[in-house]
């Protein structure tokens, strides 16, 4: 079964720090792209940061307003992609999901119009940071 779990979320207070995990099981992440998007209350889903590793390079993107905030890492032997969120604002609460395509370049999902054809999506995991 191919599945991503996302964990780590929960209640923060502004300034603070969370590191959220997506697990892969059932395929190995570091022939994928991974993203985490995520969705704001009453609002669109939208991207946060996507990462390839394998063959020696590493790619990432991060959508403007979390670049210097937030960090995208991969752990192959642990086949899992972390997100690291720094100096949370209130304006950061969502639910944050994870999600992988085998073909598909970082950049190519972050600027996707139809994210729903991403290969393998996991469940969310929920970010309130409190003010």
């Known amino acids: 079964d191919v599945q991503l779990q996302a964990s780590g979320g929960g209640v923060v207070q502004a300034g603070g720090s969370l590191r959220l995990s997506c697990v892969a099981s059932?395929?190995?992440?570091?022939?994928?792209?991974v993203c985490w998007f995520r969705q704001p209350p009453g609002k669109e889903r939208e991207v946060v940061s996507c990462?390839?590793?394998?063959?020696?390079?590493?790619?990432?993107v991060y959508a403007d307003s979390m670049e210097g905030r937030f960090t995208i890492s991969s752990d192959d032997a642990r086949n899992t992609v972390y997100l690291q969120m720094n100096r949370l604002t209130p304006e950061d609460t969502a639910v944050y999901y994870c999600?992988?395509?085998?073909?598909?370049?970082?950049?190519?999902?972050?600027?996707?119009?139809?994210?729903?054809?991403?290969?393998?999506w996991g469940q969310g995991t929920l970010v309130t940071v409190s003010s």
């Open positions: 999600t992988a395509d085998y073909t598909l370049s970082p950049q190519a999902m972050a600027r996707s119009p139809s994210p729903e054809a991403f290969d393998v």
């Open positions: 059932g395929f190995t992440l570091d022939h994928f792209t």
């Open positions: 990462i390839r590793s394998g063959d020696g390079d590493t790619g990432i």
